[in-house]
T-cell receptor
Framework: DGGITQSPKYLFRKEGQNVTLSCEQN?????MYWYRQDPGQGLRLIYY???????QKGDIAEGYSVSREKKESFPLTVTSAQKNPTAFYLC?????????????FGSGTRLTVV | AQRVTQPEKLLSVFKGAPVELKCNYS??????LFWYVQYSRQRLQLLLR??SRESIKGFTADLNKGETSFHLKKPFAQEEDSAMYYC????????????FGTGTLLAVQP
């Protein structure tokens, strides 16, 4: 059953803590993306990676970090530098064959700062 | 800079009525546009893309470069069409990045 798996589904973070959100895909997709979804703001791009060991900042990368050590995995770390981390985080992937192919999305992780 | 605008937060129609979800874009290059849908308790999924010129679940969308629009249409709404709909624009060439609109919640009343 191919797809993207995000874990955990819910995550609670204390002030000053770093937390890592997992994203794994078995679709053999080259490119992976992290988006943040806030009410009334649509989805905003945090980081993306087109190949292993390479990634680029998106529009709102401050306070976040990523790694791409394996093609299947693209974890996102929300650091203590992120001032407003409470949000819904979505991971997506696609083939590197032009944007016309479209994305496959994970089911998301809801992060709450307590 | 590129931008996608969905002017309606909520669109409520009765079953059997026509539906049009509006999407306007701003982009200096050649646009590639998509509609994504999120049904209740399901993940965001691709509905259709303009490059395919396809009809999915009775929905169609035509790219109008003159009006910079990519409205989603369906002649007869069904209750199962109730969902959140997002319009998206691909930018950044080979990077496959997407910019999304803020979404429109379609509610189809019985």
């Amino acid at each position: 059953d191919g797809g993207i798996t995000q874990s955990p589904k819910y995550l609670f973070r204390k002030e000053g803590q770093n937390v890592t959100l997992s994203c794994e895909q078995n679709l053999n997709h080259d490119a992976m993306y992290w988006y943040r979804q806030d009410p009334g703001q649509g989805l905003r791009l945090i980081y993306y990676s087109q190949i292993v060991n390479d990634f680029q900042k998106g529009d709102i990368a401050e306070g976040y970090s990523v790694s791409r050590e394996k093609k299947e995995s693209f974890p996102l770390t929300v650091t203590s530098a992120q001032k407003n981390p409470t949000a819904f985080y979505l991971c997506a992937s696609t083939r590197n064959q032009g944007a016309g192919y479209g994305y496959t999305f994970g089911s998301g992780t809801r992060l709450t700062v307590v | 800079a590129q931008r996608v605008t969905q002017p309606e937060k909520l669109l409520s129609v009765f079953k059997g009525a026509p539906v049009e979800l509006k999407c306007n874009y701003s982009y200096s290059g050649s646009p590639e546009l998509f509609w994504y849908v999120q049904y209740s308790r399901q993940r965001l999924q691709l509905l259709l893309r303009h490059i395919s010129r396809e009809s999915i679940k009775g929905f169609t969308a035509d790219l109008n470069k003159g009006e910079t629009s990519f409205h989603l249409k369906k002649p007869f709404a069904q209750e199962e069409d109730s969902a959140m709909y997002y319009c998206a624009l691909a930018y950044g060439g080979a990077t496959n990045k997407l910019i999304f609109g803020t979404g429109t919640l379609l509610a189809v009343q019985p």
